[in-house]
């Protein structure tokens, strides 16, 4: 009985010691999403259930967070609240060079290109608003309020001779976008997302629209001048009345970040898995089949992360003139137009 007794605390010391070991090789990460009902909130949940999953070896225990969008996902990850994140690359372009609204350059790095976001104006047929300079003075629904959507609509409007300040600015989702233009709160509406758009296909279905159009040299001229911008063609017969291919723009495509401070193996990993199971991130959602040769390696304008430069080049899809440090326009033109064909 006595010794019993005698060994009992060092069994009980051996397993908490064990214990110890087992927490220990846990890691415990973070992605930041958007607001339930967008894409980002789906995709972001997608891609935490595979790299949960396939990252349990590894001691992974992997969080998908709801949050308000790209711009709190960006400031989220530079004070390491956040492990991982999606963003709109239109936003994370301006925020890594602390352009427009950011106070400061933000440290952030790109792991994978994803979904493009094919966006455009819409309007009533009877708003009598019939090319993007008839939205001066009209009242147009831009999105959610802190959303950051001026940071793709800016550039577009100017390229056209608009300034931004001329349209009477209103905020709002694109489900409330739709019915603004319906009850005639709005003249027209910024939609857009993966093709189709269920904003575009609801506005279609319940009234008659128009899409505005893009001055086609303005358009390739954005695409040439903003490396977020790229060509992009929504196919007859995708909504209601529309008969015939309309030429948009994907004005920045929805990308996997994270901070450039992150340990370049865990991105490394990271990187490594969402490619290597990406039928599995299909299958949650078509966001998926972004993830392929062309696509996941593509430049919107954001440095990409040493850790997924890594991997990219191991299994030969990573540009060998990428190796250069992003920066300068004259790189990003030629790395743009290496990739564009391929990924058009």
């Known amino acids: 009985m006595r010794r019993v007794l005698k060994t009992a605390p060092i069994l009980l010391f051996f397993c908490w010691l064990l214990a110890c070991s087992d927490s220990d090789r846990q890691q415990f990460l973070s992605i930041g999403t958007a607001p339930p009902g967008g894409a980002f909130f789906v995709v972001g949940g997608a891609i935490s259930e595979v790299l949960g999953e396939h990252g349990a070896a590894l001691g992974w225990r992997i969080t998908a967070e709801a949050t308000m969008g790209s711009q709190e996902n960006i400031r989220r990850l530079v004070t390491g609240e956040l492990n991982l994140a999606l963003s709109n690359s239109a936003i994370t372009y301006y925020a890594v060079r602390g352009e427009g609204e950011w106070e400061r350059p933000y440290s952030i790095r790109s792991v994978m290109t994803l979904a493009p976001n094919v966006a455009l104006f819409v309007t009533p047929s009877g708003s009598g608003i019939r090319e993007i300079g008839d939205l001066r003075g009209k009242r147009v629904v831009i999105g959610p309020a ?6 793709f609509v800016r550039p577009l409007l100017r390229g056209h001779g608009v300034d931004y300040e001329e349209l009477n600015v209103l905020f709002g989702t694109q489900a409330a976008a739709v019915d603004m233009m319906a009850d005639g709160t709005a003249a027209a509406a910024f939609l857009g997302g993966a093709i189709p758009t269920a904003s575009i296909s609801q506005a279609a ?9 893009f001055d086609e040299e303005v358009r390739l001229r954005l695409v040439d001048e903003h490396p977020f911008f790229r060509p992009a063609v929504i196919p007859a017969g995708t909504y ?17 970040i994270t901070s450039a401070d992150e340990d370049e193996e865990l991105i490394y ?11 599995a991130v299909q299958e949650r959602h078509p966001a998926g089949g972004s993830i392929n040769p062309e696509n996941a390696v593509r430049s919107t304008g954001t440095e990409f992360h040493p850790g997924a430069i890594r991997y990219f080049r191991e299994i030969g899809i990573w540009p060998e003139e990428a190796s250069a440090r992003l920066g300068g326009s004259a790189f990003e033109s030629a790395f743009l137009a290496h990739v564009s064909g391929a990924a058009d």
Request: aromatic share 12%; net charge negative.
């Open 146 to 151: 802190g959303a950051g959507f001026e940071y």
């Open 269 to 279: 990993q990271v990187t490594r898995i969402l490619y290597e199971q990406r039928s």
């Open 205 to 213: 279905a319940s009234q008659d629209i128009l899409f505005v159009p």
């Open 240 to 256: 209601r009345g529309q008969s015939e291919d309309f030429p948009g723009l994907d004005v920045g495509s929805m990308h996997l």
